[in-house]
């Protein structure tokens, strides 16, 4: 692997500022997409009845295997409350964008276009850098299996065969065990040694 390979990932002040200039829902989808690794694609497709026992249901978009993930209890209240106002065919995140573009639109019409990315010259997919970055640094007493199935490391029958057996209450203490603000961590040693951390994750 290549120790010098850039790992573009946000950091916490990034965060903060992100959340504080965009809307409600726009702060609330970029917050699920840090604290499950999604790619907006999958979590733009996620309708009302895709979530199930506070689990976002979903097909990995590139693999095309089935997914589950736990929604982390920083943003369950927002979920919880925006599905009450929802039908089971609705989509959970701008459901009112419709069309053969939608996930395009999203993506640049309430998050790339706008000033607090641009200004970072940072993208919404650096979410998902961000949530591989901070789960492999992290990993604490957590088992590797479970780490690769959240990171999408796992393929083929490997993980096929996973999503068969996981056990969901490993998975919820890794997301709920996500702290951003530990972010600073890794950052301090980005800076300290000059390079980006090598994930070693196909993104």
Known sequence: ???????????????????N???????????????????????ASIKKQDVKNNCFLFFDSKNYFKKI???????????????????????????????SSRVNTIRYEHFNSKPCFKDIKKTLHNT???????VNYFKENFKENDIKSL????????????????????LRKIINAINLEKLNIIQVQIENFGFELNTNEVL
Do not use: V, W
């Not at 699920?32 to 790619?39: K, T, V």
């Not at 998902?128 to 901070?134: A, C, L, M, N, V």
């Not at 990171?151 to 490997?158: L, Q, R, V």
């Open 1 to 19: 692997s290549d120790i010098n390979k850039e790992i573009n990932i946000f950091y916490y002040p990034e965060i903060e500022n992100i959340q």
């Open 21 to 43: 200039s965009l809307k409600e829902e726009s702060k609330y989808c970029f917050l699920a997409l840090l604290y499950s690794g999604m790619r907006l694609d999958e979590l």
């Open 69 to 99: 993930i736990p929604i982390h209890n920083n943003i369950i209240d927002y979920i919880n409350n925006k599905m009450e106002k929802l039908e089971n065919e609705d989509y959970l995140f701008f459901p009112k964008c419709k069309g």
């Open 128 to 134: 998902r850098s961000t949530f591989i970055t901070y």
């Open 151 to 170: 990171t999408h490391k796992a393929k083929g029958m490997d993980q096929e065969k996973y999503n068969k057996t996981n056990n969901i209450n490993n």
